[in-house]
């Protein structure tokens, strides 16, 4: 066999790339992960976790206390365009919905990672592939090396040199230079949403213990938010879809006029006051299209633009695409790389695809602002319908679970949350 450096490399130490990491190093493998940032830092983001990134957090490792600002989540409270607004409880049977800052939850899964064996550079950058032609082989060059079980390739890291090794996985973001180093990047491609948040101390109104989502006009198919950090601190921000018509640099006009909103002031309280400079960010959420793999390399989190159209949230399809790929070199070794490529793809189609054309649907009908009040007002009729519109809002069960046969089990709508003493897999 060809001498390697590692059998997985891991450009980008995000939830993507961690999670990946970890699954791998827990079945035996060596593993190296590389980011050009060193931990803890800041990423720009809602910092809300869904049941399904709290799911895949709990199955690698991290717990809550590792955490130091985690907020557990009982209830959302939803405010409709019409200004109705409805308390969403979560369920009692674990954590189907949590708050954590992107600062310390990266930080613990770096840790986690190491934990469990995984080496990680902080501050070393990808600069490109020795030889990046064979590094994008596809299948159909069948006589190559990179298509030969033992075969390897080379990446330069900047400050260690060179690395070998039989498998990259891409977890570094949607800027992706390993992506735009194969030639799969799109020119001029800014996502479909854009967010801007900025945090908030002194919160002495209701939001210091609320999770709120306010639905108004002016953002639709977006929304704003509140989500909740201890000490009287809040994660404040909107997003909007990029085809709504607002620049980024226009939210910056929009967000001073947002804040003074008689309903968000009033939930943030009279002395709240911005804690940290407001950040606005692209969001890439078009997984149909987005490249998934190249010869040697698969591509995952916000590389893959995986974030779901509908909300914005990413973290825990982040989570899982690290996983699905780690499983996928670890099922098919020591098949071809073809095989790992097309194991891969297979199961984020089968986890992703249809919730991604479902979330598109909806968020089209969510432009309406008379479709938003009317499900909001619908959704809170009965304590049923809250409480399982809650569960649906927080992805405790696929969004698109009704057109999915495959994915019906008898407890869909009484499957515990995670870090539950009763959490068990579906029926």
């Known amino acids: 066999m060809n001498a390697t450096d590692t059998d997985v490399l891991i450009v ?79 369920p009692s049977d674990g954590i189907f919905a949590a708050v954590a800052p992107r600062r310390e939850l ?15 550079h902080e501050g070393h950058a990808f600069e490109g592939f020795v030889d990046a032609g064979t590094a994008r082989a ?64 002194n919160v002495t109104g ?3 213990e609320r999770l709120y989502v306010w639905f108004e006009e002016d953002l639709l198919p977006g929304y704003a938010w509140s989500f909740p950090l201890p000490g009287g ?64 390399v698969l591509i995952v989190g916000d590389a893959a633009c995986v974030t779901d159209p509908m909300t914005g949230e990413g973290i825990g399809q982040a989570l899982l695409t690290g996983v699905l790929a780690a499983e996928a070199i670890i099922s098919t070794i020591p098949s071809r790389p073809a095989d790992v490529r097309t194991t891969y793809e297979s199961s984020v189609r089968q986890h992703l695809l249809a919730d991604h054309r479902m979330s598109v649907t909806l968020s089209a009908l969510l432009r309406r602002p008379l479709l938003a009040r009317g499900a909001i007002k619908v959704a809170g009729t009965t304590g049923w319908t809250r409480r399982n519109f809650g569960r649906w809002l927080f992805e405790d069960e696929p969004r698109a679970i009704v057109l999915t046969p495959r994915r019906w089990h008898r407890k869909f709508l009484a499957r515990p949350g995670a870090y539950s003493t009763n959490a068990s897999r579906p029926d």
């Open 206 to 208: 209701p939001a210091s």
């Open 106 to 120: 990266d930080d613990a899964l770096v840790q986690r990672a190491r934990a469990v064996g995984v080496k990680v």
């Open 138 to 201: 596809f299948e159909e060059s069948n006589e190559t090396d990179t298509e030969e079980t033992d075969g390897v390739i080379t990446v330069e890291v900047a400050g260690m040199g060179r690395i070998s090794t039989r498998f990259v996985i891409a977890a570094d973001g949607m800027w992706s230079p390993v992506r735009k180093a194969l030639g799969l990047s799109e020119p001029g491609y800014l996502g479909e949403w854009h967010a801007f948040r900025q945090y908030f101390s």
């Open 233 to 296: 601190r809040a994660n404040v921000g909107f997003g909007i879809a990029r085809q709504h018509g607002m620049s980024a640099q226009s939210m910056k006009t929009t967000w001073p006029d947002l804040l003074q909103r008689p309903h968000v002031r009033a939930a943030l309280g009279p002395d709240a006051v911005g804690a940290a400079r407001h950040l606005a960010w692209p969001i890439p959420a078009r997984v149909d299209k987005a490249p998934l793999s190249a010869g040697r």
């Open 12 to 90: 980008g130490a995000g939830p993507a790339g961690t999670a990946a990491a970890i699954t791998l190093a827990e079945a035996g493998y060596d593993v190296t992960i590389i980011d050009k940032a060193t931990f803890p830092r800041d990423k720009c983001c809602g910092d809300g976790l869904t049941a399904g990134a709290l799911r895949l957090l709990e199955q690698i490792g991290l717990q809550p206390s590792d955490v130091p600002s985690w907020v557990t989540v009982d209830a959302a409270w939803v405010r409709s365009p019409s200004g109705h607004e409805v308390r969403f409880p979560m």
